[in-house]
């Protein structure tokens, strides 16, 4: 009799994809995309490193600006570069 392969369950996301897919799903909303620009708060679950290095590699995309607010949260704006 053949043995049955056990099949691995995906591993669950990390804190940091999770954080990573709330703010997708953010700049991906029909109002910020109309409006090219979305406010994003850390939220108390979410570590501070975590938060710190999202923050580190939207700001590394060219066309996006990260303005932090008084409150904590960031403003994010992007501009679409006209094609060629």
């Avoid at 709330?22 to 679950?45: G, T």
């Avoid at 979410?46 to 904590?72: F, K, Q």
Wanted: proline residues 7%.
């Amino acid at each position: 009799m053949a043995k049955q392969r056990k099949s691995k369950a995906p591993a669950p996301p990390t804190p940091y994809e999770m954080m990573g897919a709330r703010i997708q799903k953010i700049i991906n909303s029909p109002a910020a995309q109309k409006a090219k620009s979305a406010v994003i708060a850390k939220e108390e679950h979410e570590a501070t490193y975590d938060w710190e290095r999202i923050l580190d590699e939207v700001a590394e995309n060219d066309n996006v600006t990260v303005a932090h607010r008084d409150d904590g949260s960031v403003h994010l704006a992007w501009t679409v570069p006209a094609e060629d």
